[in-house]
């Protein structure tokens, strides 16, 4: 009986640093969204769905911001439309991802109107919420390496041939680089009309949720307590806008006055935009244009920081 207790103990923790180095080396590769929770507390964070995951890279915010006083390196703490509902589940888990202390932070809050919706048959005011069992919102520990919390509880986000695959990497500050791009007009469009497709099932499923735009003022004044707040509105396909158009017609004036109210600034690039950024499915900007975009979230977070210091 001992000896069989001794082997299992050896077999436990032989098996305990297999997967241990795996997801060291490799976990940006079999997961969308471990190494979020493998890193330090961040005073600096992109907050969004897959369109930030993607199109908003924290690296060239470090670059291009290193001067103006903010405390980086920015972590981009987005998902997917699945896990990135504004509401009180993914609020809890970004101020548990803030470092407490920090108030000359960088807070990109990148939103479109699909994070406002909520599955018809429930109800926000009563505590039910679609992505209550999802990560981050089921990990009470953001910041472990490695995070054994992570994989005990979300294993079925895993894919281990991502190892040998490489096609999409998740990098250490959040930032998701998708490398499998469509080679052809065939399969771009292929690949839009499946998105057109989910989006179109949302509107059937999903109403703009009061509960839900309730909580974007809240989560803009927890942040503001920590630094400086913008919301952005990335670029998509005009037909994917006017989907968006038909579930939440107006949008853009209800980000206006949530702006307004909190005296933060609203980047809208989905109006009077001059620059055409590609996206691989008309959704989702690729890698390469996602450099020009982020560059010019910099930019224009540059211009109204400088104009309001010269106006103070």
Sequence with gaps: MKKFILKSFAFFFVVVGVISVILMRYGGYVDYFYEKFTTPKASSMIIGDSRALQGIQPYIIDENLENMKFDLPMLNYSFTIAQSHIGPLYSKSI?????EDTRNGLFIVAINPWMFGSKKENDNYK??????????????????????????????????????????KLHKNGWLEEKNLPNDTITFNKWKKNQLHIFKGFIKNYNVSSYRKK???????????????????????????????????????????????????????????????????GHHINKYDGVDFTKSICDSIQKKMNLKRLTK
């Design 215 to 281: 909580s974007l003022d809240t989560l803009v004044k927890a942040l503001k307590r920590h630094g400086e707040v913008f919301i952005v509105r990335t670029p998509i396909d005009k037909e994917m806008l006017a989907l968006e158009n038909i579930f939440f017609k107006d949008f853009n004036a209800f980000v206006n006055e949530i702006s307004l109210l909190n005296h933060i600034d609203y980047i809208n690039y989905t109006i009077n935009n001059p620059r055409t950024y590609k996206t691989y499915d």
């Design 127 to 168: 505590g039910v919420f679609k992505e209550a069992n999802q990560p981050p919102h089921n990990m009470e520990y953001v910041s472990m390496n490695p995070n054994f919390e992570y994989f005990i509880k979300n294993l079925n986000f895993f894919h281990f041939k991502g190892i040998f695959r490489q096609s999409s």
């Design 95 to 99: 101020l548990k991802k803030i470092n």
